[in-house]
């Protein structure tokens, strides 16, 4: 039945449909006066006008978008997907319970006839372009390939060994399966299966005939190398990512295989078959390598590298001494490095590079341990200071005399090889990156990195070779002061050439070193002294070259400032070292050898006078203050003594503050010095009266408090002389109040009187304050005795009488009496 719309609408409709066709007409009228000028005039054509715009078409319903076609992709997939996984369930259920109950005509009718069928359909699917029915029907096909093959076995071969079979059923299935998907190339699923069936023949091959493990790399590789030839060859993503898989699993396994076999090996005749194979694997990394994307080929170079490495090592570790196994290895890493110089492309260099990188620092690795007992083991020599030379030689002072030094004896040579390899390619950067090429494209940080690290594996060798050597002690406490001495020496020709990082690496070497160096001469008292004078003279002489004139490439002023002032503060270290020792050679008791130390912070005051606003002048003075520490630490147990070591201390710190930089801060030190000098005495010479201490405080505050009025007018009296009187009258009256006699309270009366005068003379509040109070308690102690006897000898109804006429008096005058506060309070308010 057709459907009019109403008169209105279809009206409406008609002059639109009319409108679009007369603009139409227009735009093809445009158009072919424009093809006539083009076929008239002569010459190259003009641009062509831009496109129309389209119309829609007719009578289409304005305001209602057309409706995009349902993609049916996803839900069809899923369908089939379901569909084929009942039938394959359906066909193994059918297998194993169902089996038994046909005859042998009736087994093989059923699997010919389902397998041809299921075979045979994807073609037919295909031609008309059902290709994801015949995905699904060529996956039933596979699954029943497989059970047609398990049923073979069970039927007519039951004789045949289970692995065996399988090698060869998994062999013909591949091939059988490849052979299907190049017949019908619109499948995507035989190819990817064949890859995974071909996985297996081998290696079952390899278990049914119980071979070793050579035997099983062999067969891996092989099936690797097959991997390789189809991920190179074949087309199809999935076939190319199922064969690249493959690769990686059967060539990683396989290797491994014989990488352990070469480790293991007790002859190089038994390392040939091992190394043959790690080559094999080499090569077969570097063809996949070659048409693989940037970053696999990366991977495949790198392992190639390392396969070839342990392959040609192991030949040669095999016939050499355990210690020596680590160098043969570095120098096959090292020779690795040439490769870059093949044709074999940019991606594959460079995974050649960081395979040699990988063995490099492999065999650093394994010779730090000797590095870390060699610098950790003097830490003993603390328990056994100046006790003789450690038997034993180098490694007996280290306490390591009981450890496997000949499997650690190629340690130092390793870790030198590798120094000088660096060091030679940070000399000659430039020619390095030409003779690598593109392979090699470092960093702007990359030569820096490489120069940093050369100092240090050159100190840790030279620090592990006597310990390798076996040397006798001072064989190796002068290779150990000569290498730090060396190592300075680098830090500061880096620090003045502009060199930031040797400098700093050397400086951190050079620190650890001095560490390891002076325990280790804490063995015999020569050595001690000859350990810490050279590195004194070392150290003075590292901080006074970095303060010389830079070479024309300046050096960063921060880091160079930082290291002079650490080796200036660490001479200081070794100063106070060196002075104690002589204490102690000399016999002389800790109390009695504290001065001797203090004539280290002498020199630095002496230092600092000299330097005075240098950058280093700061740190080394208070290194040598905190010097004198010990010093006072030293001198606790001898009053007298310590008594001097505190006045010495005082005259230090005052001959500091005569700068006047430094006199803020050293000037109140010095007093607090003097006053605790003077106070140690007074009690060691057993006087206990607080006035002898508080005294000569109190005149010297009160000098300083004098000075300050006079500097300043409008200071506050209690600012200029209250802590001054504080310190006397307080504990003068907490003694008067405890002592029996009558002179020390008549005397501190009369000192308070006199102190309450002056303040109402001079009209200061701090001493009318204090001189009021402490009279009036000192007043009160005196006659708190009489105060009781009157009051015992009186009726007790006398003192609630007397207390109420007080009060009386107080409440009838309290207007008057609270002015007079007032004024009281105003009038000590106005005092200074």
């Known amino acids: 039945m057709t459907h009019l719309p109403p008169p209105a609408e279809e009206l409406a409709l008609l002059d639109r449909e009319l409108a679009g066709l007369d603009l139409r007409r227009s735009q093809l009228l445009h158009r072919r006066a424009w093809l006539l000028s083009v076929l008239r005039t002569p ?10 715009p389209s119309f829609p078409p007719p009578f289409a319903v304005p305001g209602r978008p057309s409706v995009p076609a349902v993609r049916t992709r996803g839900p069809q997939n899923v369908l089939l997907a379901l569909g084929g996984l009942l039938l394959t369930v359906a066909a193994i259920a059918f297998t194993l319970v169902g089996w038994g109950q046909l005859g042998i005509g009736g087994r093989s009718a059923v699997l010919a006839t389902v397998t041809a069928a299921s075979l045979a359909a994807p073609a037919v699917l295909l031609r008309r ?9 060529a996956a039933l096909a596979s699954v029943l390939m497989v059970l047609d093959a398990y049923a073979l076995h069970e039927v007519a071969l039951p004789q045949t060994g289970g692995l065996g079979y399988a090698a060869a059923a998994s062999a013909v299935l591949a091939v059988l399966w490849a052979v299907y998907g190049l017949l019908l190339g619109g499948l995507r699923l035989p190819l990817p299966a064949a890859v995974l069936g071909a996985q297996l023949p081998l290696l079952l091959w390899a278990w049914a005939e119980r071979a070793d493990a050579l035997v099983f790399a062999g067969a891996l590789l092989a099936t690797a190398a097959l991997d390789c030839a189809i991920a190179l060859r074949g087309k199809g993503v999935a076939l190319r990512v199922t064969a690249c898989s493959g690769l990686w699993v059967t060539g990683g396994v396989g ?7 070469s480790l293991v090996a007790d002859a190089p005749a038994d390392a040939v078959a091992p190394g043959a194979l790690l080559l094999a694997g080499s090569a077969i990394a570097l063809c996949g390598s070659r048409r693989a994307p940037a970053a696999v080929a990366v991977a495949g170079g790198l392992v190639a590298g390392l396969a070839a490495v342990a392959g040609v090592a192991g030949v040669v570790v095999a016939g050499v001494p355990g210690g020596w196994a680590v160098p043969v290895y570095l120098l096959c890493g090292g020779a690795l490095s040439a490769g870059v110089r093949a044709p074999l492309g940019r991606p594959a260099g460079q995974g050649l590079l960081w395979a040699s990188g990988v063995v490099t620092a492999g065999s650093v690795l394994f010779s730090l341990p000797p590095v870390a007992v060699s610098l950790t083991g003097p830490v003993v020599q603390l328990g056994r200071v100046w006790s003789g030379a450690p038997h034993g030689g180098a490694r007996g002072a280290t306490g390591a ?46 030569r820096g ?3 940093a690290t050369a100092p240090v594996l050159g100190w840790a060798g030279l620090a592990v070779l006597p310990a390798a050597l076996d040397t006798s002690y001072a064989v190796a406490v002068s290779v150990q002061l000569v290498l730090v001495a060396g190592v300075f020496a680098v830090a500061v020709v880096g620090l003045r050439r502009g060199t930031t990082g040797v400098a700093l690496t050397a400086s951190v070497c050079g620190a650890v070193g001095a560490v390891d160096v002076t325990l280790l001469s804490l063995g015999t008292e020569a050595a001690t002294y000859a350990v810490f004078g050279t590195l004194l003279v070392a150290l003075v002489a590292a901080a006074v070259a970095l303060d010389a004139p830079a070479a024309p490439a300046s050096r960063p002023d921060r880091v160079a400032a930082t290291v002079q002032a650490v080796a200036a503060c660490a001479a200081v270290l070794c100063g106070v070292v060196l002075a104690g020792a002589c204490g102690v ?18 020199v630095t005051v002496l230092l600092g006078a000299r330097l005075k606003a240098h950058a280093v002048a700061l740190p080394v003075e208070l290194t040598g203050g905190a010097a004198a520490l010990p010093a006072v630490g030293m001198a606790v147990g001898d009053l007298p003594f310590l008594a001097l070591v505190l006045a010495l201390c005082a005259v230090l710190a005052a001959g500091t503050a005569l700068r006047p930089e430094r006199r803020p801060v050293a000037g109140y030190l010095a007093t607090v010095l003097f006053v605790t000098a003077a106070w140690v005495r007074l009690s060691a010479s057993g006087v206990s009266s607080p006035e002898a201490y508080t005294l000569p405080v109190t005149v010297a505050a009160l000098a300083i408090g004098v000075l300050r009025r006079r500097r300043d007018p409008a200071a506050s009296s209690w600012t200029a002389y209250g802590a001054a009187l504080a310190a006397t009258l307080v504990p003068s009256l907490l003694a008067a109040w405890a002592d029996p006699h009558w002179l020390r309270p008549l005397l501190l009366g009369a000192a308070a009187l006199l102190i309450t005068l002056l303040g109402a003379r001079w009209r200061l509040q701090a001493l009318l304050v204090l001189g009021g109070a402490v009279l009036a308690l000192d007043a009160l102690h005196e006659l708190a005795p009489y105060v009781v006897q009157v009051v015992g000898s009186m009726p007790r109804w006398v003192a609630p009488a007397l207390a109420g006429a007080l009060l009386l008096a107080v409440g009838a005058t309290y207007e008057k009496r609270l002015r007079d506060a007032r004024r009281l309070r105003d009038a000590l308010g106005r005092m200074r």
């Not at 016999?587 to 001797?596: D, E, F, I, S, T």
Request: proline content about 14%.
């Open 585 to 602: 050679s000399l016999g002389l008791a800790a109390h009695r050898a504290a001065p001797l130390l203090l004539a280290v912070p002498a």
């Open 43 to 52: 010459g190259p054509p003009p641009v062509a006008p831009p496109p129309a």
């Open 449 to 451: 990195a490489v120069g």
């Open 401 to 446: 005399a009981g450890l496997p030094w000949t499997e650690m004896a190629s340690a130092p040579v390793v870790l030198l090889v590798v120094a000088v390899v660096l060091a030679a390619a940070y000399r000659s950067w430039e020619g390095v990156l030409r003779w690598a090429g593109p392979a090699l494209s470092p960093g702007p940080s990359a």
């Open 129 to 137: 372009g059902l290709s994801s029915t015949a995905e699904s029907l």
């Open 255 to 261: 290797l491994l295989l014989a990488l352990v076999k």
